[in-house]
């Protein structure tokens, strides 16, 4: 590994280490996040059949958002 890391820094890939390690870091948080989302996905096919939103659905989710944004401040 060591030497592939520094073929790529002399290549100009990378300006150092850190930053090719940073990358990879950042890069298997969107794999795990896009995991997490594959999993919810799946969850929600599995569930059943959907049934219509009413208006009081949306009414109960945006007083929940703002809820949430009153006790993030």
Known sequence: MENRIISL???GSYKNAS??????VQQD???????????KLIQGIESGTAEPMTAQDWDEICQAMRERSVERS
């Open 9 to 11: 820094l002399r290549l």
């Open 19 to 24: 930053e090719y390690f940073m990358l990879l």
């Open 29 to 39: 948080k969107q794999r795990q996040t896009k995991q997490r989302l594959e999993t």
